[in-house]
Nanobody, 119 residues
């Protein structure tokens, strides 16, 4: 079983919305709740870039390109982190990855979920 499992990607028209989910089924509650979580994305032909982060104490940070449109949140009881994406545009097309950093510094990645925004 994978450490992190993303879901919720798909094809959407410009202006539309999607909500990505990242589950951590192998985590116990205490490990997940103490972890910092993040979403990254890799557009076609480009490097992976940070989209949003949420710390264990729920402080959030966003890339300038998504501020005001995307919202990261977490549900520790479900061991999940979410990325609500609104007002999507073609530049948001990418493979989106979930990242988890444990207290001891170990970092884990999900397999990615494709988001395609048509114009």
């Amino acid at each position: 079983q994978a450490q992190l499992v993303e879901s919720g990607g798909g094809l959407v028209q410009a202006g539309g919305s999607l909500r990505l989910s990242c589950a951590a089924p192998r985590n116990i509650f205490s490990v997940f709740s103490a972890s910092d979580m993040a979403w990254y994305r890799q557009p076609p032909g480009k490097e992976r870039e940070l989209v949003a982060t949420i710390s264990s104490d729920r402080n959030t940070h966003y890339a300038d390109s998504v501020k005001g449109r995307f919202t990261i949140s977490r549900d520790n009881s479900r061991k999940k982190v979410y990325l609500q994406m609104n007002s999507l545009n073609p530049d948001d097309t990418a493979v989106y990855y979930c990242n988890q950093v444990h207290l001891d510094g170990r970092s884990y990645w999900g397999q990615g979920t494709q988001v395609t925004v048509s114009s």
